[in-house]
């Protein structure tokens, strides 16, 4: 069975940091792309960033960019997301996703599985 468990979530203070990890288990993704996605109280999830299965290509929300790096390591089964610069807008529950695909993509609906989601809290 497949399971995606992210982890590093939490509280932080507007200008902090935070990493997020998420572990793959029961099969190898690292021929297949994965996201991260995010969605606050009220509104759709949305796509944060994505990365190929070499993890050669990554991609990025406009929202996001400068500000967040997504990475893997496949020996691991794992990517990340390390957070900097963090704003109150960043303020969601934050969701690891992978696709049976090597190319990452923008839309949540290409996506096979998804992780649980960790919350990460911006305060002003």
């Known amino acids: 069975q497949v399971q995606l468990v992210e982890s590093g979530g939490g509280l932080v203070q507007a200008g902090g940091s935070l990493r997020l990890s998420c572990a793959a288990s029961?099969?190898?993704?690292?021929?297949?792309?994965m996201g991260w996605f995010r969605q606050a109280p009220g509104k759709e999830r949305e796509f944060v960033a994505a990365?190929?299965?070499?993890?050669?290509?990554?991609d990025y929300a406009d929202s996001v960019k400068g500000r967040f790096t997504i990475s893997r390591d496949n020996a691991k089964n794992t990517q990340y997301l390390q957070m900097n610069s963090l704003k109150p807008e960043d303020t969601a529950g934050y969701y690891c996703?992978?696709?049976?695909?090597?190319?990452?993509?923008?839309?949540?609906?290409?996506?096979?599985?998804w992780g649980q989601g960790t919350q990460v809290t911006v305060s002003s």
């Open positions: 029961g099969r190898t993704f690292s021929h297949n792309a």
């Open positions: 990365i190929s299965g070499s993890g050669g290509i990554t």
């Open positions: 996703a992978a696709r049976r695909a090597f190319i990452g993509s923008y839309y949540s609906t290409e996506y096979d599985y």
